[in-house]
């Protein structure tokens, strides 16, 4: 009998991480929880850790970790806090796959550490690649790691690749959902609340990827990611938008045939399939029926009220760290934008300015990816005055 593969959840008490846990409570023969990491929220966790006894909780707020380890003394649950302690973490032998599924830059440092340990990575994380692409790789062939993705996207790509060459490959095609504002007039979209920005028509998302979604940087990061997965140039990954979500992704060959990936818009199908290693692990929930079928469209992105999509091409265009800078940018934008503090179009304003101000560094290391980081996010927080409604 096989043994369970050992789990560890890098972001467990967000929308990806409580989706990999319902994936993993279907089969418990296969999967192990054996460690739990959570950025603020400590309540949640608490119930996670009692529910799934991992041999580790760890929270990055260390304010929180008292709370945290008090809860959990009586079940013989070590815990930890701060972004250290995560990075640490990564190197125990008590697991064998992690699932990063933090947002944004701070899935970075942990991932790396992961491929030094050999630890397998199930990548819901796509900052990862955005900001640092061409470490992240070049330290997976160094390492015994496989990167396995949980995006959707790169999942559906990932499916219809199997017994292919990339060689033979034309183009990848990345399907959008087009967001809650497809349609909107430039008017409009100018008008929109966070509150507005949240309800997105297929996807249940956490806030920040949402927000992402509606303005299309998501779909900027992921051209950005599956350049880096695949190893095919950006001037052959091209977006579409696809509102019904039922086509995940397609890949188009160079004899003119296109293989293209279903399901149903339901983030399990991914996890469950980077978790079984490319395997089908049965499963009745979220079948696809004809009736999803029956309406299928696609249509070209809009870059005029959509720039995000350009400034994915221009990151790989240009290079060295201009994909960092607008990843932190756009993590400081998006925080205010949830907050009230701007518009919504003020977003792509403060990464523009981000990428013209921050120094550009053709090849840049780890450090400089640390400080490029760090220069870009002070930068953007500095100019959120000038844009506050």
Known sequence: MISPKRIAILGSTGSIGTQTLDVIAQYPDRFVVDML?????????????????????????ESKFQKLRDALAPYNIETAAGNEAIADAMQRDSFDTVVTATVGYSGLAPTLRAIAANKDIALANKETLVVA??????????SKSRMLPV?????????????????D??????????GPFRNFTPEQIAKVT???????????????????????MNKAFEIIEARWLFGIGGDRISPIVHP??????????????VKAQLGVPD??????????????????DSPLTFQHLSNLTFEQPDSQRFPAIELGHYALSRGGNTACVINAA??????????????????????????????????????????TNSAARQFTEMCLPKFKI
């Open 194 to 216: 966070a509150k507005d920005a949240l309800k997105h028509p297929n996807w249940d998302m956490g806030a920040k990827i949402t927000i992402d979604s509606a303005t299309m």
């Open 37 to 61: 990491i959570a950025g603020t929220q400590v309540d949640a966790l608490i119930q996670q850790a009692i529910r799934w006894r991992p041999s580790i909780a760890i929270i990055a707020d």
């Open 267 to 284: 983030m399990r199908l991914p996890i469950r399939y980077a978790l079984g290693d490319a395997m089908r692990l049965p499963t009745d």
């Open 133 to 142: 692409g061409d470490i992240v790789t070049a330290a997976l062939a160094q």
């Open 244 to 257: 019904q979500s039922i086509v995940h992704s397609m890949v188009e060959f160079v004899d003119g045939s």
């Open 330 to 371: 756009n993590e400081i934008a998006v925080a205010a934008f949830l907050r009230g503090e701007i518009r919504f179009t003020d977003i792509y304003e403060l990464i523009t300015e981000a990428i013209q101000k921050i120094d550009f560094i053709e090849s840049p290391n780890y450090d400089d990816y640390v400080a």
């Open 151 to 167: 995006d959707s996207e790169h999942s559906a790509i990932h499916q219809c690749l199997v017994g292919e060459s990339i060689d």
């Open 169 to 178: 490959v034309r183009r990848l095609i990345i399907t959008a959902s087009g």
